[in-house]
């Protein structure tokens, strides 16, 4: 997919209704994602570095602020650059569902990190990592899956 601007040239009634388009500039390659996500805004732990111990609220570095989930991901809001992309860090969080909550504990791999700029918070700066989780176990994921599955539907 792609994303590009242009003008109207020219309004056409005959044949049949149409419009004759300059040519376009500006033009970017928009990125898909594979998996539908749901907005969601939760407090997740993390842990900067690999590591395959499960996080507990001592041994986290730090707290973010998930913005959206995927079963495959989230987007973390964090005040600070955590991790380069390919870096590999550890989140946990809970997500309450119909059948409960949902406990998940992660490896993750930074794929993307972007800066973001609040007004309300005096125009300061936060960066948001889109992490991809890693070894996720079938039941988690497919809890993940329903979860969303449930929140588009609704």
């Not at 998996?35 to 993390?46: E, F």
């Not at 001592?58 to 913005?67: D, I, N, S």
Request: a neutral charge; hydrophobic letters at 45%.
């Amino acid at each position: 997919m792609f994303d590009f601007v242009c003008t109207v040239d020219a309004v056409c009634k005959i044949p049949f209704d149409f419009l004759v388009l300059s040519e376009p500039s500006n033009i970017r390659r928009l990125r898909v994602r594979n998996a539908t996500r749901i907005n969601r805004v939760l407090p997740v732990l993390y842990r900067s570095g690999p590591s395959d111990q499960p996080l507990s609220p001592g041994a986290c570095t730090g707290v973010g602020m998930m913005t959206d989930l995927s079963p495959v991901g989230l987007s973390m809001l964090a005040p600070q650059l955590l991790a380069e992309p390919g870096e590999r860090m550890r989140v946990a969080f809970d997500v309450q569902s119909d059948g409960g909550t949902l406990h998940i504990d992660v490896a993750a791999i930074v794929r993307n990190v972007r800066e973001q700029r609040r007004p309300a918070m005096g125009n300061a700066a936060e960066i948001i990592h889109g992490l991809e989780f890693e070894h996720l176990d079938a039941q988690t994921r497919l809890s993940l899956r329903c979860l969303v599955l449930e929140q588009v539907a609704a």
